[in-house]
């Protein structure tokens, strides 16, 4: 039988109307906004923290992946299925892909093979346009700064060569890391120095993900601190009465979306940070959106654990008062390979010695996940290159750590293949679930924060700043925001911050490059090692092998 792909699946299923799959949250039609027959709006009068209390939530996080990633979607997907053909009431709570991956190397974020979310093409293309008024909200407070610099109407002096904010497009454009505006003579602006960001690291995007309603969300947005007069005083969006308008143009992008999964169980999609140059969760919104309306959530936070589920726990779980029950640990038996020391052309080559050799990278990931007082399941994401000797193995040194190791079939088999993953997690949630504790207190020092997860979590012997970050961290000081989170900035590739330090590194320093604050999200963001808020397309980007034909049908799209 010939392979199907991840779209032709999806193009495959008959989707029932929405108000089928908002029936099973109990929420009638006449209470969401619909866009379409298969994608809705939920509002946020659903939400209620009583039930949120009563409710579960799981984690799926991942150990440190290969470049392709190793299925955390799929699994959160899968696990969905696999917990409502265990009769548990359960909702899949996402975040929404973004177009750099989907037209570069990563592909979408829509599941894969019998564990997807449909419509795929919709979820990972335009959607319900919660990306366009991102990236519309952030560009209106760039525009404003630069029309405040040669206004002479309410000038606030702002002293160009400080501002920190950039403009932000949601693809991979290395070009406009760094540029130069404003050029071609007074009527065109001040000249001076900018930058772009990509959207899912946009501050706009880290606001829309932590705000509680519409009016913190408001309060936030008047909160971002753009940078200083020219006598030193800080200047913030509210400085140029830019929030209502930024929040006009949100007012739908904060409401949650709803959509199905290829079983016709409800998946919530909303929000779309990465994990290692932003928080890499969901918004806050939609997590509680699905623990009030649903006995179990699942959720996924992206890259590692050492970056989305850190800062899913310290961060999003602390601020939201979120109780996590069980952690599920994605491990594929190529990034077990990869990590124990195999080249890419032998990720696929059955081999015990390396898979028990990069064992170490799950191991340091298990052990992190009981420091938060969590009990983790790690799910084996299987695939056809995995020989049952391997996966025994796994099975066996998990075992031996206390921890239950599962084969998740979910890619090819849907629900039916994760129902064993679906009974060991809701073992975990209803028997042995203690009460989730953060690694450290937002009121800490900002330093004391650093080291903590970098020393704690990554295993890092020190860390170093550098005269930059030495300097910024002076100014967070004195703009008096040593109370915010630490939103680590850090390749995804390794504990540390040099990329090629697979497997478990140790001894090794984390270097500071500098702190970027994002005051509306309460965030400070060290930025380690090389790392960049705008990624570059590969050499050969995926759009490449992107068709559309007459009728509108896509392929090539993953």
Same mark, same amino acid.
């Given at each position: 039988?010939?392979?199907?792909?991840?779209?032709?699946?999806?193009?495959?299923?008959?989707?029932? /109307? %929405?108000?089928?799959?908002?029936?099973? +949250?109990?929420?009638?039609?006449?209470?969401?906004?619909?866009?379409?027959?298969?994608?809705?709006?939920?509002?946020?009068?659903? %939400?209620?923290?009583?039930?949120?209390?009563?409710?579960?939530?799981?984690?799926?996080?991942?150990?440190?992946?290969?470049?392709?990633?190793?299925?955390?979607?799929?699994?959160?997907?899968?696990?969905?299925?696999?917990?409502?053909?265990?009769?548990?009431?359960?909702?899949?709570?996402?975040?929404?892909?973004?177009?750099?991956?989907?037209?570069?190397?990563?592909? *979408?974020?829509? *599941?894969?093979?019998?564990? $997807?979310?449909?419509?795929?093409?919709?979820?990972?293309?335009?959607?319900?346009?919660?990306?366009?008024?991102?990236?519309?909200?952030?560009?209106?407070?760039?525009?404003?700064?630069?029309?405040?610099? $040669?206004?002479?109407?309410?000038?606030?002096?702002?002293?160009?060569?400080?501002?920190?904010?950039?403009? !932000?497009?949601?693809?991979?454009?290395?070009?406009?890391?760094?540029?130069?505006?404003?050029?071609?003579?007074?009527?065109?602006?001040?000249?001076?120095?900018?930058?772009?960001?990509?959207?899912?690291?946009?501050?706009?995007?880290?606001?829309?993900?932590?705000?509680?309603?519409?009016?913190?969300?408001?309060?936030?947005? *008047?909160?971002?601190?753009?940078?200083?007069?020219?006598?030193?005083?800080?200047? @913030?969006?509210?400085?140029?009465?830019?929030?209502?308008?930024?929040?006009?143009?949100?007012?739908?992008?904060?409401?949650?979306?709803?959509?199905?999964?290829?079983?016709?169980? &409800?998946?919530?999609? /909303?929000?779309?940070?990465?994990?290692?140059?932003?928080?890499?969760?969901?918004?806050?919104?939609?997590?509680?959106?699905?623990?009030?309306?649903?006995?179990?959530?699942?959720?996924?936070?992206?890259?590692?654990?050492?970056?989305?589920?850190?800062?899913?726990?310290?961060?999003?779980?602390?601020?939201?008062?979120?109780? &996590?029950?069980?952690?599920?640990?994605?491990?594929?038996?190529?990034?077990?390979? /990869?990590?124990?020391?195999?080249?890419?052309?032998?990720?696929?080559?059955?081999?015990?010695?390396?898979?028990?050799?990069?064992?170490?990278?799950?191991?340091?990931?298990?052990?992190?996940?009981?420091?938060?007082?969590?009990?983790? !399941? =790690?799910?084996?994401?299987?695939?056809?290159?995995?020989?049952?000797?391997? =996966?025994?193995?796994?099975?066996?040194?998990?075992?031996?750590?206390?921890?239950?190791?599962?084969?998740?079939?979910?890619?090819?088999?849907?629900?039916?293949?994760?129902?064993?993953?679906?009974?060991?997690?809701?073992?975990?949630?209803?028997?042995?679930?203690?009460?989730?504790?953060?690694?450290?207190?937002?009121?800490?020092?900002?330093?004391?924060?650093?080291?903590?997860?970098?020393?704690?979590?990554?295993?890092?012997?020190? !860390?170093?700043?550098?005269?930059?970050?030495?300097?910024?961290?002076?100014?967070?000081?004195?703009?008096?925001?040593?109370? @915010?989170?630490?939103?680590?900035?850090?390749? $995804?590739?390794?504990?540390?911050?040099?990329?090629?330090?697979?497997?478990?590194?140790?001894?090794?320093?984390?270097?500071?490059?500098? %702190?970027?604050?994002?005051? *509306?999200? $309460?965030?400070?963001?060290?930025?380690?090692?090389?790392?960049?808020?705008?990624?570059?397309?590969?050499?050969?980007?995926?759009?490449?092998?992107?068709?559309?034909?007459?009728?509108?049908?896509?392929?090539? +799209?993953?």
């Amino acid at each position: 039988m010939a392979h199907l792909s991840d779209i032709e699946i999806a193009q495959a299923k008959t989707l029932v /109307h %929405i108000k089928e799959i908002a029936a099973k +949250l109990n929420v009638g039609e006449d209470t969401m906004e619909m866009y379409g027959k298969f994608k809705a709006k939920l509002p946020l009068g659903l %939400i209620d923290e009583e039930k949120i209390k009563n409710n579960n939530l799981v984690l799926v996080t991942a150990l440190t992946p290969t470049p392709a990633g190793e299925g955390k979607t799929t699994v959160s997907i899968g696990l969905t299925e696999g917990l409502n053909k265990i009769g548990k009431q359960a909702t899949v709570v996402l975040r929404e892909p973004s177009l750099g991956p989907v037209f570069g190397i990563k592909g *979408g974020a829509a *599941g894969g093979g019998y564990s $997807q979310v449909v419509p795929m093409e919709d979820i990972n293309l335009h959607f319900t346009g919660d990306f366009n008024a991102i990236e519309k909200a952030n560009n209106l407070l760039s525009a404003l700064i630069d029309n405040n610099l $040669q206004s002479k109407v309410n000038n606030l002096n702002i002293d160009a060569r400080t501002i920190l904010w950039k403009r !932000v497009i949601d693809m991979n454009d290395r070009a406009l890391r760094d540029i130069t505006i404003g050029l071609g003579g007074t009527a065109n602006g001040v000249p001076r120095q900018d930058g772009f960001n990509i959207t899912p690291a946009s501050e706009v995007m880290a606001i829309l993900c932590m705000a509680t309603d519409f009016e913190n969300l408001i309060k936030r947005l *008047g909160d971002i601190f753009i940078g200083f007069t020219f006598d030193k005083k800080p200047i @913030f969006a509210r400085d140029l009465n830019a929030e209502n308008a930024m929040a006009i143009l949100l007012k739908d992008a904060i409401k949650p979306n709803l959509v199905q999964t290829l079983e016709e169980n &409800p998946a919530i999609i /909303h929000g779309g940070p990465f994990a290692n140059i932003a928080q890499g969760t969901n918004t806050l919104l939609a997590t509680k959106m699905g623990l009030s309306l649903s006995n179990y959530v699942v959720t996924e936070a992206g890259f590692g654990a050492d970056l989305g589920a850190e800062k899913f726990l310290n961060i999003k779980s602390s601020f939201g008062e979120l109780n &996590p029950k069980c952690v599920v640990l994605v491990a594929t038996i190529r990034a077990l390979r /990869h990590h124990g020391g195999a080249k890419k052309e032998e990720y696929n080559t059955p081999n015990l010695e390396r898979v028990k050799d990069g064992f170490k990278n799950l191991e340091k990931h298990i052990e992190n996940i009981r420091k938060f007082n969590i009990e983790p !399941v =790690v799910a084996i994401n299987s695939f056809v290159s995995d020989s049952d000797e391997e =996966v025994n193995l796994i099975k066996e040194m998990c075992s031996a750590l206390g921890v239950d190791a599962v084969l998740s079939e979910g890619w090819a088999k849907g629900g039916e293949g994760t129902k064993n993953l679906a009974e060991a997690v809701a073992d975990v949630v209803e028997n042995k679930a203690t009460q989730f504790k953060p690694l450290y207190d937002w009121k800490s020092p900002v330093k004391e924060k650093i080291e903590i997860i970098a020393k704690e979590i990554y295993g890092a012997a020190k !860390v170093e700043y550098s005269k930059k970050a030495q300097l910024n961290l002076r100014r967070i000081d004195r703009l008096g925001f040593n109370d @915010f989170a630490v939103c680590m900035a850090k390749t $995804q590739k390794s504990f540390s911050d040099n990329e090629y330090l697979i497997g478990r590194p140790t001894g090794f320093t984390v270097t500071v490059r500098e %702190i970027e604050i994002a005051a *509306g999200a $309460q965030f400070i963001i060290p930025i380690l090692g090389k790392m960049m808020r705008m990624p570059g397309l590969p050499a050969r980007p995926a759009s490449e092998g992107m068709t559309i034909d007459n009728n509108g049908v896509i392929s090539g +799209l993953s």
